[in-house]
């Protein structure tokens, strides 16, 4: 590997455990919440995509499924999420959000838009766009990475 691209590894490496440590994710507890991350993203995509069952937001977090069941039992006893019944399997339970929840939600997206709006204060509109794009790209990459090393170890077992 070119020294070059060990020092790009290593400043990007950096400037992700910053940002981790910046937004607050270090702390028990995020976004002003009482809530650890893992429930703050399960408030969120739910909040944004609409109803899911523990499976899914398993899928999508990168959770094991019993760390999501558990989170989901104490959100559902706090207020902010509720079991759903679907009408053709009684087997599928999509999770929505409580009014509660939806009141949360709120409030997270009001900690996070202060918190984005106050660091790109600090920028240009041209370096604000490339947050932007950089962030995007960078997101999309790893993505793809993980896709790609998932179907690579399901061939390795094969």
Same mark, same amino acid.
């Given at each position: 590997?070119?020294?070059?691209?060990? /020092?790009? /590894?290593?400043?990007?490496?950096?400037?992700?455990?910053? #940002?981790?440590?910046?937004?607050?994710?270090?702390?028990?507890?995020?976004?002003?919440?009482?809530?650890?991350?893992?429930?703050?993203?399960? /408030?969120?995509?739910?909040?944004?995509?609409?109803?899911?069952?523990?499976?899914?937001? *398993?899928?999508?977090?990168?959770?094991?499924?019993?760390?999501?069941?558990? #989170?989901?039992?104490?959100? /559902?006893?706090?207020?902010?999420?509720?079991?759903?019944?679907?009408?053709?399997?009684?087997?599928?339970?999509?999770?929505?959000?409580?009014?509660?929840?939806?009141?949360?939600?709120?409030?997270?997206?009001?900690?996070?838009?202060?918190?984005?709006?106050?660091?790109?204060?600090?920028?240009?509109?041209?370096?604000?766009?490339?947050?932007?794009?950089?962030? #995007?790209?960078?997101?999309?990459?790893?993505? *793809?990475?993980?896709?790609?090393? *998932?179907?690579?170890?399901?061939?390795?077992?094969?």
């Amino acid at each position: 590997m070119n020294p070059l691209d060990l /020092i790009l /590894i290593d400043d990007i490496r950096a400037a992700s455990r910053q #940002m981790v440590r910046e937004l607050g994710f270090m702390d028990a507890t995020v976004a002003a919440t009482d809530y650890p991350p893992s429930a703050v993203h399960t /408030i969120l995509e739910i909040g944004i995509r609409g109803p899911m069952t523990a499976g899914q937001l *398993a899928d999508f977090l990168h959770l094991e499924k019993s760390s999501v069941s558990r #989170m989901v039992r104490k959100l /559902i006893v706090s207020g902010e999420l509720k079991e759903m019944n679907d009408p053709d399997d009684a087997r599928f339970k999509p999770l929505a959000l409580t009014a509660k929840g939806h009141r949360t939600l709120a409030a997270l997206h009001a900690f996070g838009r202060r918190q984005v709006s106050g660091a790109l204060a600090r920028l240009s509109e041209a370096e604000q766009r490339t947050v932007r794009e950089g962030l #995007m790209l960078y997101a999309r990459a790893l993505k *793809a990475d993980r896709a790609a090393n *998932a179907a690579a170890a399901l061939q390795s077992v094969a």
